[in-house]
């Protein structure tokens, strides 16, 4: 039949991107298939130990965020020696061994990688850590908090996110129906502050992990 046709098709570019990803991976090339090969490689147990090499040997950003796939607890110790490089790691692998590691930078790291691990963890603790910096966030950067928040939606952060639409009138329109669901009376007070605010009002959309801001009104 022809679905079996096409499963069959599939199977054998998938095999062949698989067999091509392997080659690149063992390369010593940096470049823009290398980065693609990292971030395809989903935690294939026949490349961990080549994945490591490109996380601890060549410190590789994409390297990292790949071996944090694998959630393996013995990579901690490793991860932590990479410094502030091990934030796009954290924020895959949430490990609780990782939060006193944060916590050293709070205070001294804002950036929307530093955000991205705090908000994994979705406790009382990270929330209060992220109003902290959302504090002294420019406007601007507000709405990366925003999504990051968005994408890491919990009881804990509904606060902040209301606090970010009455202050700056940013919001997602997914986490507006979620708030909504969630505290509907605390919700539509926050809003209508929102709304009768003189201020332009922005709708937050992602790309990639990355949120950016729209004016809408």
Known sequence: TLQKVI???FRFFLS???????IILYGERNNYFLRNALLGN??????????????????NAYGIEALAVYQKKEDITDFKK?????FVAIAKFPATEFWD?????KGKNQSTEYMMALAVFKTEES??????????????EVGSLSG???????????????EIWEKYQTISYGTTKQLISDISLKAAKSF???LLSDEELYFVHKDYDFASVDKIL
Not at 42 to 57: K, L, S
Not at 82 to 86: H, N, R, T, Y
Not at 128 to 140: A, G, R, Y
Not at 148 to 162: E, V
């Open 127 to 140: 929330a209060k850590v992220l109003t902290e910096i959302f504090s002294n966030l420019t406007e601007d």
């Open 148 to 162: 990051i928040l968005s994408d890491n939606y919990c009881t804990f952060y509904q606060d902040l996110l209301l």
């Open 16 to 22: 062949q991107k698989e067999q091509l990803d392997s």
């Open 192 to 194: 209508s502050i929102g």
């Open 7 to 9: 499963a069959a098709v």
């Open 101 to 105: 590691f944060l916590l050293s930078y």
């Open 82 to 86: 990479l410094g502030e490089q091990a």
């Open 42 to 59: 989903n935690a294939n147990p026949d490349t961990y130990e080549r994945i490591r090499y490109w996380a601890f040997n060549k410190k």
